[in-house]
């Protein structure tokens, strides 16, 4: 039997307009946290160089070429990130802390990281880097067998070190221009290039938005399976790093710059 016509139809169209503006809501939601992974991957890896940083702030600008035509936007960006994390993420590490037993979160942090090492291995070939290859893919291959999936780091121990390769690395190899210093909303400080790079892993992450289909006409894992993932992987890394962002953030006399200094050394590097 037909519904046109019926009383219920107006309601049950708006039920469906409903449903696809829920989805809509849950993809964008789920691309600012996919998109956001890397930002906190960059700060886990510098940690140590925010303090010595801010210790010869000025002798570390004297040697790095700084680009940032858009400061008082990015300053804008800057404070904006700041009040997500203190209104969204900073509560959510609370409770994450409280929750999950310190053991199980290193567990979680080394499964993010096992995830992106295919990236590490397929931009170190494009580069020519064939050592660090090798060992990025060794890495991969030991944690995702006796290290279960990469709960367990067991190519760590057995000194098994490699540099992380990825997109934006591969363009600079190529001497693709830095562009100009970005500060992105809820992403963090990026670049031009890096940020393009960004973008280029995430339409063929076969675990992520998938754009081209890589892998199959069918995604590996369903969309809300995706977000659940990702956002447990960006919460897993911030509690990594928010020690550190603590002390800097009381250290500092301009956060926007030291975190600008840190992350163009990191580039340098």
Do not use: W
């Not at 659940?228 to 006399?253: H, W």
């Amino acid at each position: 039997m037909s519904i046109k016509g019926c009383k219920l139809t107006p309601i049950l169209y708006s039920f469906q307009g409903f449903k696809v503006a829920h989805r809509i809501a849950i993809f964008l939601f789920g691309f600012f946290i996919l998109l956001s992974q890397p930002s906190v991957t960059f700060a886990e890896e510098y940690d140590d160089d925010f303090f010595e940083l801010e210790s010869d702030f000025g002798k570390q600008e004297e040697f790095l070429t700084i680009y940032d035509p858009l400061e008082t936007f990015n300053r804008k960006i800057f404070y904006f990130n700041e009040g997500v994390d203190k209104y969204l993420m900073k509560p959510i590490n609370v409770g994450y802390r409280l929750i999950i037993p310190k053991i199980f979160r290193k567990s979680i942090n080394n499964i993010s990281k096992n995830l992106s090492r295919p990236f590490d291995v397929i931009n170190s070939l494009i580069q020519g880097d064939i050592v660090n290859a090798r060992a990025s893919f060794s890495s991969l291959l030991i944690n995702s067998t006796i290290g279960l999936l990469g709960i367990f780091d067991v190519a760590k121990s057995k000194n098994i070190t490699f540099e992380k390769k990825s997109v934006g690395s591969t363009l600079a190899h190529y001497n693709v221009s830095r562009g100009p210093y970005l500060m992105l909303p809820f992403l963090g400080p990026s670049d031009a290039r890096n940020f393009s790079g960004i973008l280029a892993e995430k339409l063929v992450d076969p675990l992520s938005i998938n754009v081209f289909k890589i892998g199959g006409s069918k995604d590996l894992i369903k969309d809300a399976y995706t977000y659940e993932l990702t956002a447990i992987s960006v919460i897993s890394q911030y509690d990594q790093i928010t020690d550190l962002l603590k002390g800097v953030r009381k250290d500092s006399f301009d956060l926007y710059a030291t975190i600008r200094v840190a992350y163009l050394q990191s580039q340098n590097n």
